[in-house]
């Protein structure tokens, strides 16, 4: 059994929360959140011990991993923190704020031996992990171009102000949205070294930007485009593609469906030459938890694997994240 | 319950495997008419049961349900509720206590924070009480026997081991609507166990059940173990698993396992509609001969 502690119990904190609440080797030790709705909720109808300050959490609860979830402008000293405490983290992301302030925990946690995840759970969908499976064999051939794009309905119209409408906290579609389909490049194909030229515009939020357009070149070479808009309510919820062409063929692939084409009949086995559609129904392995997709429940297993020392720290480590943040700065600086 | 339910994705856009049809079925279904329209290619299958999420259209077409008392006798809605994404969508922008002031109706909330003074722990099932309530009105004068509770919050609840809030809205809609709970599910075995533990005996679950074994959680075996030894009523969904099985095949194996009540599926075309009823009456036919 692995003690874990939860940090943050809002959207995304909740949600992990159940996944490690039904997960039969975690024993959930304690729920910490600053909302005091939330937690007396949380008290009153949960069987998990809830605190209010985070320090008391891990000095009471004394967990062996912690989940963090609070507003990015916290991730840096708070896993500081923690991984001076012997504690294995798994945090939401983006990773932090500030790429500098990456690398002081990526060197920490290598140091402590300490397991160390982001929550980028693309990697754990089934379509995306078969884009990647094709790339590595070359089923492509030499890739020359690629297209991230996401889009959803997050803000739709004009509102208030909230940590997500502040740059400074790490709001805006960049840091929320942009950075899964950065991630998901970056994994996929290559990371990315520059930006040739970015665009950040507002459609609706008054201090952040709510879509974003970049070209930029990965460090294989390989250049490409990134278009994301978490204004458009075309969407019904969070859409994000990948599209990567290569000398012999091309992949398009979402979360759902997974569509190849290959220019001659030299392909890996169970596709032809052609377009190949393949759906997420026959590439997701499935879960002994399931809510809101197999990724989620796929991720929070993979890092209590690693704790329980089951499989190796590979997958969306510090490291990778960190990468991830590295780019998200040069778009920012790449806008004219 | 009906043997058969029809179900409404494909009005609202969700297709689990395909964005592009996702889209194509926005655009087909843009007007309420077009939706209507199917309603009565089902009534003409057969079909008198209409399970659907809360979205704000279904408003329209309870309008239209209401108005045609006569057409509409003998047809039935099963709410389902809430529609998430309204809140989720929500929760990213506002963070939780922002989404419930939006949504509770009336100054409810704002009167909890009063002064400042904390507000007791009992008001949050009020709250949930409040929020059935909202997502109950545009049903007013139809007939919703079961009342649901849609998937992605049942098996929050679950998750979070909210074994207390699950029955308050058993009880709720009982003692509100004379409405019977369903709870829909992506791990029934687990929610069947909670439930039952919690004294709730013979509850409705509505969870994918189809021969890939898409969405079954903890596996297959355990789903047919499941529906082989314990006593709930079963809905099977999801049976087509996002078209990896073939229509026939999907049938004949959701028809052939036991304690199944009834069976959701959606479809946008009159063919399409019938083509699936009558695969369910012909297997019926073969498993179930003297039903």
Same mark, same amino acid.
């Given at each position: 059994?692995?003690?874990?502690?939860?940090?943050?119990?809002?959207?995304?904190?909740?949600?992990?929360?159940?996944?490690?609440?039904?997960?039969?080797?975690?024993?959930?030790?304690?729920?910490?959140?600053?909302?005091?709705?939330?937690?007396?909720?949380?008290?009153?109808?949960?069987?998990?011990?809830?605190?209010?300050?985070?320090?008391?959490?891990?000095?009471?609860?004394?967990?062996?991993?912690?989940?963090?979830?609070?507003?990015?402008?916290?991730?840096?000293?708070?896993?500081?923190?923690?991984?001076?405490?012997?504690?294995?983290?798994?945090?939401?992301?983006?990773?932090?704020?500030?790429?500098?302030?990456?690398?002081?925990?990526?060197?920490?946690?290598?140091?402590?031996?300490?397991?160390?995840?982001?929550?980028?759970?693309?990697?754990?969908?089934?379509?995306?992990?078969?884009?990647?499976?094709?790339?590595?064999?070359?089923?492509?051939?030499?890739?020359?171009?690629?297209?991230?794009?996401?889009?959803?309905?997050?803000?739709?119209?004009?509102?208030?102000?909230?940590?997500?409408?502040?740059?400074?906290?790490?709001?805006?579609?960049?840091?929320?949205?942009?950075?899964?389909?950065?991630?998901?490049?970056?994994?996929?194909?290559?990371?990315?070294?520059?930006?040739?030229?970015?665009?950040?515009?507002?459609?609706?939020?008054?201090?952040?930007?709510?879509?974003?357009?970049?070209?930029?070149?990965?460090?294989?070479?390989?250049?490409?485009?990134?278009?994301?808009?978490?204004?458009?309510?075309?969407?019904?919820?969070?859409?994000?593609?990948?599209?990567?062409?290569?000398?012999?063929?091309?992949?398009?692939?979402?979360?759902?469906?997974?569509?190849?084409?290959?220019?001659?009949?030299?392909?890996? +086995?169970?596709?032809?030459?052609?377009?190949?559609?393949?759906?997420?129904?026959?590439?997701?392995?499935?879960?002994?938890?399931?809510?809101?997709?197999?990724?989620?429940? +796929?991720?929070?297993?993979?890092?209590?694997?690693?704790?329980?020392?089951?499989?190796?720290?590979?997958?969306?480590?510090?490291?990778?994240? +960190?990468?991830?943040?590295? +780019?998200?700065?040069?778009?920012?600086?790449?806008?004219? | 319950?009906?043997?058969?339910?029809?179900?409404?994705?494909?009005?609202?856009?969700?297709?689990?495997?395909?964005?592009?049809?996702?889209?194509?079925?926005?655009?087909? $279904?843009?007007?309420?008419?077009?939706?209507?329209?199917?309603?009565?290619?089902?009534?003409?299958?057969?079909?008198?049961?209409?399970?659907?999420?809360?979205?704000?259209?279904?408003?329209?077409?309870?309008?239209?349900?209401?108005?045609?008392?006569?057409?509409?006798?003998? $047809?039935?809605?099963?709410?389902?509720?809430?529609?998430?994404?309204?809140?989720?969508?929500?929760?990213?922008?506002?963070?939780?206590?922002?989404?419930?002031?939006?949504?509770?109706?009336?100054?409810?909330?704002?009167?909890?924070?009063?002064?400042?003074?904390?507000?007791?722990?009992?008001?949050?099932?009020?709250?949930?009480?409040?929020?059935?309530?909202?997502?109950?009105?545009?049903?007013?004068?139809?007939?919703?026997?079961?009342?649901?509770?849609?998937?992605?919050?049942?098996?929050?609840?679950?998750?979070?081991?909210?074994?207390?809030?699950?029955?308050?809205?058993?009880?709720?809609?009982?003692?509100?609507?004379?409405?019977?709970?369903?709870?829909?599910?992506?791990?029934?075995?687990?929610?069947?166990?909670?439930?039952?533990?919690?004294?709730?005996?013979?509850?409705?679950?509505?969870?994918?059940?189809?021969?890939?074994?898409?969405?079954?959680?903890?596996?297959?075996?355990?789903?047919?173990?499941?529906?082989?030894?314990?006593? $709930?009523?079963?809905?099977?969904?999801?049976?087509?698993?996002?078209?990896?099985?073939?229509?026939?095949?999907?049938?004949?194996?959701?028809?052939?396992?036991?304690?199944?009540?009834?069976?959701?599926?959606?479809?946008?075309?009159?063919?399409?509609?019938?083509?699936?009823?009558?695969?369910?009456?012909?297997?019926?036919?073969?498993?179930?001969?003297?039903?």
């Amino acid at each position: 059994m692995v003690n874990v502690g939860l940090i943050g119990a809002g959207k995304m904190g909740i949600s992990h929360l159940a996944i490690l609440g039904a997960h039969p080797d975690v024993n959930v030790v304690g729920v910490c959140d600053t909302s005091k709705m939330v937690i007396e909720a949380m008290e009153k109808y949960s069987p998990f011990p809830c605190f209010t300050d985070y320090k008391k959490m891990l000095s009471q609860a004394k967990p062996d991993a912690v989940v963090v979830a609070v507003p990015t402008r916290f991730h840096a000293s708070m896993v500081a923190e923690l991984l001076q405490l012997g504690i294995h983290v798994f945090v939401e992301k983006p990773f932090c704020l500030k790429p500098e302030e990456g690398v002081e925990l990526i060197r920490m946690a290598k140091e402590k031996k300490l397991v160390n995840q982001v929550g980028y759970h693309n990697k754990f969908v089934g379509t995306f992990t078969e884009v990647k499976k094709l790339l590595e064999a070359g089923a492509i051939g030499e890739i020359y171009h690629f297209m991230g794009q996401a889009y959803g309905p997050v803000v739709v119209k004009a509102k208030g102000d909230t940590w997500r409408s502040n740059p400074e906290e790490g709001g805006g579609c960049l840091m929320d949205y942009a950075s899964h389909v950065i991630d998901l490049v970056n994994y996929l194909v290559s990371p990315v070294q520059s930006v040739q030229a970015s665009m950040l515009k507002s459609v609706f939020s008054r201090n952040v930007d709510d879509a974003v357009f970049a070209m930029m070149q990965l460090q294989n070479g390989v250049s490409g485009l990134l278009s994301v808009n978490w204004s458009d309510d075309t969407f019904r919820k969070m859409t994000t593609s990948v599209t990567i062409n290569g000398k012999k063929g091309k992949i398009v692939s979402d979360a759902n469906e997974l569509k190849v084409y290959f220019k001659d009949a030299a392909c890996p +086995a169970g596709y032809s030459r052609g377009w190949n559609v393949k759906y997420v129904t026959d590439l997701t392995p499935s879960v002994d938890y399931y809510l809101r997709g197999e990724e989620y429940s +796929a991720q929070m297993d993979h890092f209590i694997k690693a704790v329980e020392g089951k499989v190796p720290n590979l997958l969306n480590s510090f490291e990778s994240a +960190a990468q991830t943040d590295n +780019a998200i700065s040069l778009i920012r600086k790449a806008q004219p | 319950m009906e043997r058969i339910l029809f179900g409404d994705n494909q009005f609202f856009a969700v297709n689990h495997i395909s964005d592009e049809k996702s889209m194509a079925q926005s655009i087909r $279904f843009k007007e309420d008419a077009a939706i209507i329209r199917t309603l009565d290619y089902a009534m003409e299958a057969g079909i008198n049961t209409f399970m659907c999420t809360t979205h704000d259209r279904i408003a329209n077409i309870c309008e239209v349900i209401r108005s045609q008392p006569d057409k509409y006798r003998d $047809f039935k809605i099963y709410p389902c509720m809430p529609y998430a994404h309204k809140y989720a969508n929500a929760v990213t922008e506002l963070g939780i206590t922002g989404t419930i002031k939006q949504y509770v109706p009336g100054n409810f909330f704002g009167s909890l924070f009063k002064g400042g003074v904390a507000f007791l722990s009992k008001d949050f099932l009020s709250i949930m009480e409040l929020l059935i309530d909202a997502e109950m009105k545009m049903f007013k004068g139809i007939n919703t026997p079961v009342i649901f509770l849609q998937n992605v919050i049942t098996d929050l609840l679950l998750g979070l081991g909210m074994k207390d809030v699950l029955v308050a809205f058993h009880h709720y809609v009982q003692k509100k609507y004379n409405a019977e709970a369903g709870f829909i599910t992506m791990n029934m075995p687990k929610l069947l166990d909670v439930l039952e533990s919690a004294g709730i005996q013979n509850p409705i679950i509505c969870s994918s059940i189809n021969k890939a074994g898409f969405r079954m959680s903890g596996g297959k075996e355990l789903y047919e173990e499941t529906l082989r030894t314990r006593q $709930f009523r079963a809905i099977a969904m999801q049976v087509l698993a996002g078209g990896a099985v073939s229509p026939r095949e999907a049938i004949e194996y959701v028809c052939g396992l036991p304690n199944i009540e009834s069976i959701l599926f959606g479809a946008s075309s009159k063919t399409n509609i019938n083509d699936t009823a009558s695969l369910i009456h012909h297997y019926d036919g073969v498993f179930r001969p003297t039903i």
